[in-house]
């Protein structure tokens, strides 16, 4: 970054925390407690945590825009590659409804794009990420796949559940001193990519989640909610050689050509 571009940025950030402290008339006890909290903040290796939550957003609506979202901080490099058909790597017993996503993966323009590459996570029914929290094999619900010669792709994986951010450290501190809640919505986590294309990175959402309208990282878009579709006639669960009820639902991603 240039002298100039730190200057301007970080300069005006500093001027609007003065014209918050101004304007709330800040007290000294209020300055040290802000301070205190900063520096447990990081000792708690929260950061991430906070700023994804409170500021992720508008850095996504500035650079990706439609049919994107935040990446929060659970995505872990190197998942593994997955065989058709696609099941995101699981336990026997993995608890949850059955999901199964089917989709396409299209540019802007309409056209399919072969061999795009899904990097796909998730939390498990628990509400945990695996490799990032205690619970989940590692790299349990989290794998990359690609999509066949018509752009189309369909894996089976479980409903994801709304979750709570971590408790007991300062992140819920602060919340809890506001009284705001500490919910997301239940979503599955996407970095699609293709050669020649931007990668979108983007979340799924699905109606009938209490917490889509107030969810607390401030990521749901409409075009990312999808609605959810219950199958559970014996034929049905037959056909897909599942024991018991299942869910299917479909999106299209779309990828930006990257100019030039
Ligand atoms: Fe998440």
């Known amino acids: 970054m240039s002298t100039e571009r730190v200057a301007t940025v970080v300069g005006d950030l500093i001027k609007r925390i003065n014209d918050a402290i101004d304007e709330h008339e800040v007290t000294y006890d209020e300055y040290h407690a802000a301070m205190n909290y900063l520096i447990r903040l990081g000792e708690a290796g929260e950061w991430p945590l906070f700023l994804d939550v409170f500021f992720e957003h508008t850095v996504e609506r500035l650079n990706q825009g439609e049919g994107g979202t935040i990446e929060g901080p659970y995505y872990v490099p190197d998942a593994p590659w997955l065989e058709r058909p696609y099941v995101l790597?699981?336990?026997d017993?993995?608890?949850?409804?059955v999901l199964i996503l089917s989709g396409t993966v299209r540019s802007t323009g309409g056209r399919p794009i072969p061999g795009a590459v899904l990097d796909?996570?998730?939390?498990?029914a628990d509400t945990y990420y695996s490799n990032v929290q205690?619970?989940?094999p590692p790299y349990n619900l989290r794998g990359r796949m690609t999509a066949d010669d018509n752009g189309e792709f369909e894996v089976r994986t479980i409903v994801p559940p709304s979750y709570?951010?971590?408790r007991g450290g300062p992140m819920e501190e602060l919340l809890n001193a506001a009284g705001w809640h500490d919910f997301r919505p239940g979503h599955l986590h996407f970095i699609v990519s293709a050669d020649g294309y931007t990668p979108l990175i983007t979340q799924l959402y699905f109606e009938g989640d209490r917490y889509l309208d107030s969810d607390v990282a401030s990521a749901v878009k409409p075009e990312l909610v999808l609605s959810l579709r219950k199958h559970d006639s014996p034929e049905e669960m037959e056909e897909r050689g599942l024991?018991?009820?299942?869910f299917t639902t479909s999106h299209e991603f779309r990828l930006k050509p990257q100019d030039g």
Do not use: S, T, V
Request: charged fraction near 40%; avoid cysteine; aromatic fraction near 8%.
């Open 243 to 246: 024991k018991k009820p299942f």
């Open 120 to 124: 796909m996570w998730q939390a498990d």
């Open 164 to 166: 709570h951010l971590p």
């Open 134 to 136: 205690e619970g989940p």
């Open 93 to 97: 017993d993995e608890k949850g409804d």
């Open 89 to 91: 790597p699981q336990r």
